[in-house]
């Protein structure tokens, strides 16, 4: 008779425990190689202390240029911060609880500006305001005026950078400050009434407050994408530490003292990240309570009306509408690029970077949730939130993160290859889109993990387990009750992605292989070369695709709205009390 | 005298009137209850009345004031009406000593650190005053809510279903408790609810809404033992309606005998009528002629519900101590013991 | 388990696809690493593509960055040719061991010596000179001179130049050191900034602009810029141009600072054969002559007959300095500009 411990022993087969292994581990592994670029960023920086030359270019770093970066990074988010949450938060409150004529267009329309990538809107403003651009020779024609005899402030400055940043990334402060306005107890603004408050002061003094943590998670959102912009400050000639890691890297041939910089700048993004992750927290406690009621919405007319609806047209205006305008007559004017080879081979390009990233980053995302819901460990959920760090990271610091280690790796591949197989494979990791393709799962990874994450919980264990009992083996499972409640999940995921990648400068700069440009390459390359107008026909297709996740996040908006507003079904007084026995 | 006094409320919006023609008025230091399926319009004409919904037709009067009419409409925080609402909604970022001084900020701070501390004593959670929120029970919450909608001493406490959210034994003592203190205190107060139960351990006067009307604003006992609309008998408490005919001796002829009460109307014979007949209206006596059997049978603690079945097909109500219990199938003897009739004209109507 | 097994085997799927689809070349190629901007070199490529059948497979970028590709790639490099627009950048190539050396009757007759490498790793294929742009209306041309002189007070906030983190202006500031040492050049460049007229933006096109529209009244700017906008039928252009005139700095002492756009072949290519023939065509009379009239560049190989707006601009003495000390200087030349707070 087997003793009890050989029982349990060899209840596991061989490949059965190796699997088991490789589960139980693989998601740290996975979570470790995706921060690696963070973790050679920091090491660098340690490193670049140890060398007398680097310590050397540290120095003269630090007095020279690194004094500046952080007061032009300073200034920017201090200023950007000020203005997302002003206008964020005057959206957000004006289209949930006023109803004005516009306010259903201006719901879905304060999203637009999310299509528009901060440099492409720096580039349009450039144009539309420079010194031979239209708004100004308009104003000459009109006045009669000469240059000297007017002043016209330059957008191309700090305050410039601050506006154009501003105006396309207050839609993160309007989405999530108004997902917390239409969450928040009804009944605790109707309490504060009832305490005494009339409806502006209860707007001050317990609206506001409520949502404070989740205007602080907008905030902060926006406040990252400024630190990781390249393409607006570069072209705006404000130094900040993304511009002076291209400097450094490429100018003073300083690997290191680039990867320095881009440590010091990971720090900000570090302190960022905690600020968002407590108003996370917190702001779960600040959402306390389901009221069936909808609250009814303040009805203004009149002179309110007109003022409420220009105010949250303006962002409107001048996020989206303006700049698409310009790119619109940009590119009117250059119908015929559209059909050239090398425009079509560009699309080729961006396609295809965008479908293969989306796709292999929500292979991986989908591997990570399903990871995370089968082995419930802290050790998985530490790994999971280590592999999301990436959409905090600016996507320079992630291209020269994933250069080094990709190039060493690569050197010693071929080294191993012709040694034992006498072949030389070529760069495998660093000279093919793999690279490129590696820091965008690292950068997007978390947005394909949200939307997947929340998908998966939709699917509760208690399903997995009815299925169970009905007879569906894990396959079935899989393919009748996950795989479609996860199908929206999935698109939505695949389709963020794919967006980002389109929109994405600085990574690709750095990281593309041969005859490799994308739109938003192409967009800069011409831009910089004082070729703004030629720039139209690229930008606009970026825009376009920009389009669509607006629309779909709109569409959601809208059906979530009218779920809200649908009046409760009255039941039939027969079906309520019991009938006469007659 | 009257605290509270609707005049032929409307209240509704567009096509729809949500609250119809309700009349009624609540004395000072009363607790009163609006009772009613969901859907039927309490929790509007409760809103109308702390002056969230404007009034369509009919006036709302708070201690002989005026506060809405289809001419005017005092907004909420005019009115110095307390509300404690069905999801608590204390504010979170706020602390519990921080909720309940909300209301009565302009007095000076050793004032309302007083008036928070008796507060809290009152509702038996002193020193809880640093906490937040999130860090109580729903239980806890609740009373909170309460003490917050207190402290400004309201001419009138509005509760909108405040006992829903929490668990069933917690609903009872809760009730109790809260009836205690707004007796203590003196204050008036309208409850809304849709249980029975909490209306009859609360209210000195209820009031059965249907579709919008107000059928009946009496208290709890003449609601049960007096309803005057079918649709009242049924929802309060258990029991059937039994049709019978007046006979000529100003007798009642039902499946369950010869009825007679001073309630049966004069030269009314022949008429066909309905008798509400209760649970405890109906005894189980062995040595009765009257047989039935019994069809159904509810274990309910302290007695059992049975559903007997009469010789002609009628099934009744019957309830018997459940120290003895009668299987089903079983034959057993019936007795009426009904202290009054209650009549309504024959046939289920519409109000 | 096995979905999972099938989800990793998807993965590798794609992965070994991506990495095996990258285009391999099977017609006979050239790759080029090319700091010039496509649309300035595309049409001579497909020129040659054209009359060779040799495809040529171009990858922009800054001409830093490609160098650090380079210089990462190693032995493994697919590139065969860099094509730089600054000769800092074939300098550094240079030392860092990135060229090798070419053989090639017809380069070394066709372009001069001091215009290729001494050790014939690099070639230049045009020729730039970076000078002084002033305003018709506001500066008589007798109040210039040279470099040096454009950071006297009396042009206090009156100069526009772009910023120092291009290579033109690096290259400058480098051959002032080598000229006149560290720390007149840091001077220099000390009197320069605070004669800014506003903080370095845009690229040289628009300083010229800016000189036109008043907002200053000098820029350095490269010659072949002012001649695209002289062939331009821009209005803007026009305009500018009518506006302000070009200047050959420092004819009585140094002579103008030029600087080459060359190539040179890699020292790993694989496709020699294929790149050192582009080289030569790209040194042929019909390329200079492209370079000269469609671009406005100065070619390298003589007897290539100019545009009429560069035959409009004169004769001028071009500074005779080793191409090669300006890449030995660059990096000295940025932590200067640094430290003058030239941004």
Known sequence: MPSPNQTRRSYKSLPEQAICLLRSYSLPFVAIVICLPLIVVAAAFFVGLIGAEQRETLAHLWQFVIGEYIWHTFVLMIGVGFLVSIMGVSAAWLTTVCEFKGVSWLRWALLLPLAMPAYITAYTYSGMLSFEGPVQRMLRELTGWQFGDYFFPDIRSLTGAILVLSFVLFPYVYLITRAAFIEQSRAALEAARTLGLSPTKSFWRVALPMARPAIATGVTLALMETLADYGTVQYFGITTFTTGIFRTWYGMNDQIGALQLASILLSAVVVLMVIERISRRQSQYHSVGRSKHCVRPFQLTGLKAVLAFVACFIPVLLGFILPALQLLAWSYERLHVWLQPDFIALIRNSLILAISASVITVLVALWLCYGKRRIPTPLTRASINFASLGYAIPGVVIAVGVIVPFAWLDHKIIYIAEHFFNLNPGLLLSGTIFALLFAYLVRFLSVSIQTIDSGLSQISNAMDESGKILGLNAQQILARIHFPLLKTSLLTATILVFVDVLKELPATLILRPFNFNTLAVRAFELAGDERLAEAGPAALMIVLAGLIPVIFLSRAMQARHSRNNQAAVTPKAEEIYEPVKA | ?351 | MKPILKIIFVVAVLAGAIMLLTPRNEVESVNVYSSRNEGLIKPLLDEFTAETGIKVNLLTGSGDGLLTRLENEGRNSEADLFLTVDAGALHRAKSAGLFQPVQSEMLNQSLPAQLRDSDNEWFGLSLRARTIFYSNERVDPSELSNYLALADEKWRGRICVRSSDNLYNQSLVASMIAHHGEAVTEEWARGLVANFARKPVGGDRDQLHAVASGQCDLAIANSYYYGGMTASTDQASIDTVNKVSLFWASQNDEGTHVNVSGIGLLRHAKNADAAIKLIEFLASESSQEWYAQANQEFPVRPGTELSPILQNWGAFKADPLPISQLGENNANAVRLMNRAGWR
């Open chain 2, 1 to 351: 005298m009257n605290l509270l006094k609707l005049d032929q409320v409307d209240v509704g919006f567009g096509k729809n009137t949500i609250v119809d023609d309700v009349s009624f008025t609540l004395a000072e230091g009363d607790i009163g209850c609006l009772l009613g399926p969901s859907g039927c319009g309490k929790t509007t004409l409760l809103r109308s009345i702390a002056g969230f919904e404007p009034v369509r037709r009919g006036s709302i009067e708070i201690r002989d004031r005026l506060v809405s009419s289809p001419a005017q409409l005092i907004p909420p925080e005019k009115r110095n009406v307390g509300m404690v609402f069905q999801d608590f909604a204390l504010f979170p970022h706020l602390t519990v000593a921080e909720n309940i001084s909300f209301g009565i900020r302009n007095d000076s701070s050793s004032e309302q650190a007083q008036r928070v501390n008796q507060l809290l004593q009152h509702v038996a959670l002193g020193g809880y005053g640093n906490r937040y929120p999130h860090q109580l029970s729903g239980g806890q919450q609740q009373r909170i809510a309460l003490a917050r909608a207190l402290a400004p001493r309201p001419q009138i406490l509005l509760l909108d279903e405040p006992f829903s959210s929490l668990d069933a034994d917690l609903r009872e003592s809760l009730a109790t408790e809260v009836r205690a203190l707004l007796k203590s205190e003196g204050i008036t107060a309208l409850l809304v609810t849709h249980d029975q139960q909490e209306a009859f351990a609360m209210a000195d006067k209820a009031g059965v809404m249907y579709h919008g009307r107000m059928l009946q604003w009496d208290t709890p006992y003449e609601l049960y033992h007096e309803p005057t609309y079918h649709l009242v008998a049924n929802f309060i408490g258990h029991g059937v309606l039994l049709r019978g005919a007046i006979t000529a001796e100003q007798k009642v002829l039902t499946p369950l005998g010869l009825l007679h009460g001073d309630e049966v109307p004069d030269n009314a014979a022949g008429e066909q009528v309905d008798v509400l007949v209760r649970p405890d209206d109906i005894i189980i006596d062995d040595s009765s002629e009257r047989r039935a059997t019994i069809v159904g049978k509810g274990f309910r603690g302290a007695h059992y519900l049975y559903t007997v079945e009469l010789t002609d097909g009628t099934q009744v109500f019957c309830m018997s101590s459940s120290h003895h219990q009668y299987s089903l199938g079983s034959e057993i003897g019936l007795r009426l013991n009904i202290d009054h009739l209650v009549l309504f004209p024959a046939g289920f109507c519409e109000t």
